[in-house]
């Protein structure tokens, strides 16, 4: 079966930095369309980070744009997001997520998800 395993969170004080890591297996990389990060928050919705596609185009939430950057390792089945100048409201836990193209119709994946949290 499918399994995300994320890694690479923790405490840090604001302005810190973290590296967060999802390895993913049970799954063919050539079969992924998509990687990316969401993350929640206490008493919020669940919000897109940042995402890569299977020909690197990536997208990053406003509020995170010039601090987060995604990258992906393919020979590793691996997306990464690189966190830095965090701030106490990065707070939450990260989740991976992995999305299949068309021909998997789309399959998406998650993982169970890394506590991030940033002291002030």
């Known amino acids: 079966q499918v399994q995300l395993v994320e890694s690479g969170g923790g405490l840090v004080q604001a302005g810190g930095s973290l590296r967060l890591s999802c390895a993913a297996s049970g799954i063919i990389g050539s079969t992924i369309y998509l990687m990316g990060w969401y993350r929640q928050a206490p008493g919020k919705q669940r919000e897109l980070v940042a995402y890569i596609t299977s020909s690197s185009v990536t997208n990053y939430a406003d509020s995170v744009k010039g601090r987060f950057t995604i990258s992906r390792d393919n020979a590793k089945n691996t997306v990464y997001l690189q966190m830095n100048s965090l701030k106490p409201e990065d707070t939450a836990v990260y989740y991976c997520?992995?999305?299949?193209?068309?021909?998997?119709?789309?399959?998406?994946?998650w993982g169970r998800g890394t506590q991030v949290t940033v002291s002030s």
């Open positions: 997520n992995v999305r299949r193209g068309l021909t998997y119709m789309n399959d998406n994946y």
